[in-house]
């Protein structure tokens, strides 16, 4: 089993910055994309940034300049710094990751979610 836990959500002023991580552990062989989706309250949850084993990254057009999303593969880590924050960034942050165990083949893992609030 895959276990995802985010840290670093919390409550900031407008124009303020956030860095939130999330962790992978368990019987990990490798892990193909890891990022990062949110959701706001009445919302379909959508995409935020991607990070490929490759060192492809990929960014939601309504974060690009803001956020930058890095990966330490050493420690299966993924990271999303936030900064110029806006009240729409409020939602729940929510870790993803493709993951193959030792024993299942490559599939999507979520982790809990964290709460990010701007305030205005």
């Known amino acids: 089993q895959v276990q995802l836990v985010e840290s670093g959500g919390g409550l900031v002023q407008v124009g303020g910055s956030l860095r939130l991580s999330c962790a992978a552990s368990?019987?990990?062989?490798?892990?193909?994309?890891m990022g990062w989706y949110r959701q706001a309250p009445g919302k379909q949850r959508e995409l935020v940034a991607t990070f490929t084993s490759g060192g492809t990254t990929n960014y939601a057009d309504s974060v690009k300049g803001r956020f930058t999303i890095s990966r330490d593969n050493a420690k299966n880590t993924v990271y999303l710094q936030m900064n110029s924050l806006k009240a729409e960034d409020t939602a729940v942050y929510y870790c993803?990751?493709?993951?193959?165990?030792?024993?299942?083949?490559?599939?999507?893992?979520w982790g809990q979610g964290t709460q990010v609030t701007v305030s205005s």
């Open positions: 368990g019987s990990i062989f490798s892990i193909n994309v």
């Open positions: 993803n990751a493709v993951v193959r165990t030792s024993i299942l083949p490559s599939r999507t893992y």
